[in-house]
């Protein structure tokens, strides 16, 4: 399959534990965000997004946590699966009235049987 | 379900060619995008279009040109194709607020320029 980074941190966890990926954003303004999930070869799928009215939010097996006042997003994925292996990234709407979306670099999930 | 299409999965073009990468999305969405991504440098947009006849140039639109004639498709065209082109191309296309927009992705064209 193709890489979507060659530098990309790595989170690796055992099937069946909880994953947890941390994203810093950049703005402070930014009120939108959004967690995509890259597998090789393919390209972002949306698993979640939040607006900064919330703390969290709850999907099928995933949570995001929005955390302001540091400026940071995590995404929790429970009961970690094989399909779950892939690259990770967050993106903010930077606050403005752009159609813009602010991309993170991205972290690799690997997930062991 | 959203669905945005893009015409090739892998394509390979020699230096100086006209190349061009079509998508298509079927969700009546006003907004359209197209990005390269690139190893260590992540998604940077290239160009994107608000309206059909509409086109705003992103953060790195030099050596390429789109077109969008039908709310439907947006064309991204490498005018004379170059090595450094060589990059995978993703488009997307969102609903058409400000802001608070998700961003739909196709499956990404490789496009290897030789």
């Known amino acids: 399959g193709e890489s979507v980074g060659l530098h990309l941190p790595t989170l690796s966890v055992q099937e069946g534990d909880n994953s947890i990926i941390n994203c810093a954003y950049s703005n402070s303004a930014s009120d939108y965000f959004i967690w995509y999930k890259q597998e090789s070869g393919k390209g972002p799928q949306f698993i979640i997004d939040?607006?900064?009215?919330?703390d969290k939010r709850q999907g099928q097996r995933v949570t995001v946590l929005l955390n302001k006042t540091v400026k940071h997003l995590s995404l929790q994925i429970a009961a970690t699966q094989p399909g779950d292996s892939a690259v990770y990234f967050c993106?903010?709407?930077?606050?403005?009235?752009?159609?813009?979306?602010?991309f993170g670099s991205g972290t690799r999930l690997l997930v062991r049987p | 379900d959203v669905k945005v299409t893009q015409s090739s999965r892998y394509l390979v073009k020699r230096t100086g060619e006209k190349v061009f990468l079509e998508c298509v999305q079927d969700m009546d969405h006003e907004n359209m995008f197209w990005y390269r991504q690139d190893p260590g440098l992540g998604l940077r947009l290239i160009y994107f279009?608000?309206?059909?006849?509409?086109?705003e140039k992103g953060d790195i639109p030099e050596g390429y040109s789109v077109s969008r004639e039908k709310k439907e498709r947006f064309s991204l065209i490498l005018e004379s194709a170059s090595t450094n082109q060589t990059s995978m191309y993703l488009c997307a296309s969102s609903l058409g607020g400000r802001g608070t927009d998700t961003q739909y992705f196709g499956p990404g064209t490789r496009l290897t320029v030789l």
């Open positions: 993106a903010e709407n930077n606050g403005d009235s752009s159609y813009k979306l602010i």
């Open positions: 939040i607006r900064s009215n919330m």
């Open positions: 279009s608000y309206d059909v006849k509409m086109k």
